[in-house]
T-cell receptor, first 110, second 111 residues
């Protein structure tokens, strides 16, 4: 079982839709969590950090539930440009090691 | 202008060869990393150096040897390449435990 698990998708949604991605992690010692975005044949880029209190950045909302070891990302009013793979990431320990999920592919349709 | 750069971008080689991938960052970061992304798009850490000192060394065959000549460079040398080494290799850098910035990747194909 992978340390960080995600539904691989693909999620095919129309423009303007709201879409939610879920992620679970198995290592309760994980300290920090992130969502990264990876476009096709490009490098991963940090989308947002995830805080226990929940946090929002424009159309994007991230939530963390430490008790359930569950992380979510909500995208409202989807744009064509949101089409990408979304990677759930956990970090723990002294070495800043990032543990990536397998990613969820989002395809926003016109 | 490029923050984290890698060379080459593409590398096609025969089984058994030895090859190197170079990484440079101009962000002034003190920590650099190598990740491997396999054909199923799974991204996994291989190595990390902090101020030229190896701090992460995952379960990677010893055919892979990272070398950090200075804080701005982290190279990856691979001996006796195998088919299973075909993947995209990403270099990344960060300042301590802050955000990691990734390079554009090197797509390695072993024939």
């Amino acid at each position: 079982r992978k340390e960080v698990e995600q539904d691989p998708g693909p999620f095919n949604v129309p423009e303007g839709a709201t879409v939610a991605f879920n992620c679970t992690y198995s290592n309760s010692a994980s300290q920090s969590f992130f969502w990264y975005r990876q476009d096709c044949r490009k490098e991963p880029k940090l989308l947002m950090s995830v805080y226990s209190s929940g946090n929002e950045d424009g159309r994007f909302t991230a939530q963390l539930n430490r008790a359930s070891q569950y992380i979510s990302l909500l995208i409202r009013d989807s744009k064509l440009s949101d089409s990408a793979t979304y990677l759930c990431v956990a970090r723990g320990g002294a070495t800043n090691k990032l543990i990536f999920g397998t990613g969820t592919l989002l395809a926003v349709q016109p | 202008d490029t923050a984290v750069s890698q060379t080459p971008k593409y590398l096609v080689t025969q089984m058994g060869n030895d090859k190197s991938i170079k990484c440079e960052q101009n962000l002034g970061h003190d920590t650099m990393y190598w990740y491997k992304q396999d054909s199923k798009k799974f991204l996994k850490i291989m190595f990390s150096y902090n101020n030229k000192e190896l701090i992460i060394n995952e379960t990677v065959p010893n055919r892979f040897s990272p070398k950090s000549p200075d804080k701005a460079h982290l190279n990856l040398h691979i001996n006796s390449l195998e088919l299973g080494d075909s993947a995209v290799y990403f270099c990344a850098s960060s300042q301590e435990r802050y955000e990691q910035f990734f390079g554009p990747g090197t797509r390695l194909t072993v024939l």
